[in-house]
């Protein structure tokens, strides 16, 4: 691939604004193996190699299983390695991030309200339409693997 912007020296001010929401959602309720299935699951569906890469390496740092990363692609199929609760946050993430299809559903959304308050709703929301734009600015850029 050939070698385009660095987004952050060549719009220092935007990648600021995105790094402020990386600030946010560190102070977050969601823990960080939540934080990491959402990043995981937005960039295997927009096929952001650094992404997948960085976040993957991050959830096993936090204790994250490989068997559940290696099947998180399909975990519709493997409910019994997902609580309840992550299975709403991985609809949640397919959903927002495939937004032109049905966006976020109203099953899925009070499916999330049993286990989330509305907080934590805006929270999770926030998580997945960050990833998402960073998922965009990788693949629009990119940005490359680091080895």
């Known amino acids: 691939m050939s070698s385009r912007i660095n987004m952050a020296t060549t719009d220092a001010a935007a990648y600021k604004a995105m790094m402020g929401l990386e600030g946010y959602l560190q102070t977050i309720s969601l823990n960080h193996i939540q934080k990491e299935l959402i ?3 937005a ?3 927009n096929g952001c190699a650094f992404c997948l890469d960085m976040h993957t390496k991050d959830a096993v740092k936090y204790g994250e299983t490989p068997q559940r990363i290696y099947l998180l692609n399909a975990w519709r199929e493997a409910l019994e390695l997902f609580t309840e609760e992550e299975q709403v946050l991985l609809a949640m993430t397919e959903e927002i991030t495939l937004i032109n299809q049905k966006g976020l559903t109203e099953e899925t959304y009070q ?3 049993t286990f989330f308050d509305d907080q934590q709703i805006a929270q999770i929301i926030m998580a997945i339409v960050t990833i998402n734009a960073w998922n965009r600015i990788a693949i629009s850029t990119h940005l490359p693997i680091m080895k």
């Open 111 to 113: 499916k999330a309200k």
């Open 43 to 45: 960039s295997q569906i």
């Open 39 to 41: 990043k995981i699951r």
